[in-house]
């Protein structure tokens, strides 16, 4: 089978693709990826050709500041009003232009993509494509009974609490969203395609023949209205190349009592005195073993403030290696290190609201597996408080073990294979 993947130029859309794509790869599948250059060195590595945007622009965190200086100074619903606009739809077109051009020379059987890759409606209907799309967050599908995305809110227990959160949705719907969907409409009405009805948000879950939803039920928000195109696949990991690890200084994890893993992430990390330095504040001196990845931003400066024995700042750090050693994790709330977090028994202590992050944080909160500080600037000793409720109360640990039970049951290529296997086709 010829199958091409297509990701948006962000690793939280590229990296849980890649476990999939090599084990397609693996079993004689003819495997192509359409992706931003900063992924070329990667998928060579993988030995997976890489298919480069031609005319589609690859914004991703390296370039946003330049190509978009605007965005620094959004908050809030104009940040989302920008970023579902300029981010996710204005390339809808040169992606499909792009598709369009590589089915030409490569007329692939089905295309794998993230839920973000919007040209997914196009490929399908004006291609005749099988579409299978991954959900990369918790599921953004709207329903009645699930608080309105990007604002961090969990569900209402309450009728009226319900009614706020459905006020809410169609404010957002009207007010933050319709800029980006006229545009979308406008795309769709060049190639003969009728307007969207409903949110954008659902996009993902209604044009594609089915979405494989990255995590577990037991991590998503209860819903009365099932989709029986979602399909749960436990957590979609990134490839990973033999099981040798390069961590420093093994020997100090056994030399500590608690191990705390702390991440600013990939795409927020410029600035480190949003979430690591004040949780270096916190907790450099509650005698546990602090490990800092900085993803390559200002390490040298971070090892030359806080030289102590006791605290690690490296450029990367294998989660997979370390996770296995950590007794918390404080993030900013990225959904792939938060699944292999909590697939590895490890609770949370989230610190973000941009991009998304507030909603994935209130998850982690709702189902009791880690704390959420509900900001990006966390106080050191709101930190403290924090870590030291989640050390030192059973149920945090306890929750995660049972969520860590249900990750264990699922086994994500082989229900993707069963799918396949089972000679789905277009079904709408």
Not at 195 to 214: A, C, K, M
Not at 261 to 280: F, W, Y
Request: glycine share 8%; with cysteine; net charge neutral.
């Amino acid at each position: 089978m010829k199958i091409l993947f297509a990701t948006m130029p962000f690793d939280g859309h590229f990296n849980p693709l890649t476990g999939v794509a090599m084990h397609l790869k693996a079993a004689g599948h003819d495997v192509r990826w359409y992706a931003g250059p900063s992924y070329a060195a990667q998928l060579e590595r993988l030995g997976i050709p890489y298919l480069p945007f031609r005319r589609a622009t690859a914004i991703n965190p390296q370039n946003i500041g330049e190509l978009l200086p605007e965005r620094a100074k959004l908050r809030g619903p104009a940040l989302i009003r920008f970023e579902a606009k300029h981010i996710f739809v204005s390339n809808t077109d040169n992606f499909f232009q792009d598709v369009r051009e590589i089915d030409a020379s490569f007329p692939f059987d089905i295309l794998f993509c993230d839920a973000g890759f919007y040209a997914m409606k196009l490929i399908k209907e004006k291609l005749g494509k099988r579409v299978c799309a991954f959900g990369i967050t918790p599921s953004m599908e709207t329903a009645k009974d699930i608080p309105p995305n990007f604002v961090g809110l969990k569900p209402a227990s309450t009728t009226m609490g319900r009614l706020v959160h459905q006020g809410m949705r169609a404010m957002m719907e009207r007010m933050v969203m319709s800029d980006g969907k006229s545009v979308y409409n406008g795309i769709l009405a060049a190639h003969g395609l009728a307007p969207l009805e409903g949110s954008l948000f659902d996009i993902p879950y209604r044009s594609p023949d089915v979405l494989f939803q990255n995590g577990v039920p037991g991590l998503e928000y209860p819903r009365r209205d099932s989709n029986p195109k979602v399909k749960f696949v436990g957590p979609l990991l990134p490839y990973r190349v033999g099981t040798a690890t390069n961590f420093s200084q093994p020997e100090k994890l056994d030399k500590y009592k608690r191990v705390i893993l702390i991440s600013q992430g990939t795409m927020d990390n410029k600035d480190p005195g949003k979430l690591i330095v004040p949780a270096l504040e916190a907790l450099k001196d509650t005698g546990a073993l602090l490990i800092v990845a900085t993803n390559y931003s200002k390490t040298e400066e971070l090892r030359q403030s806080y030289p102590q024995d006791n605290i690690i700042i490296e450029d990367y750090i294998d989660f997979d290696y370390i996770l296995k050693h950590t007794d918390l994790f404080i993030c900013n709330g990225g959904y792939g290190s938060i699944l292999l977090s909590l697939s590895n028994g490890v609770p949370v202590l989230g610190a973000g609201v941009r991009e998304g992050k507030n909603d994935i944080n209130a998850h982690v909160d709702y189902f009791r597996v880690g704390i959420d500080l509900r900001t990006e600037n966390p106080k050191p000793t709101d930190i403290r408080r924090a870590a030291e409720r989640i050390l030192r109360e059973p149920q945090w640990k306890q929750n995660v073990a049972q969520l860590q039970k249900e990750f264990s049951n699922y086994h994500p290529n082989e229900l993707i294979d069963a799918y396949l296997a089972n000679g789905h086709t277009h079904a709408n």
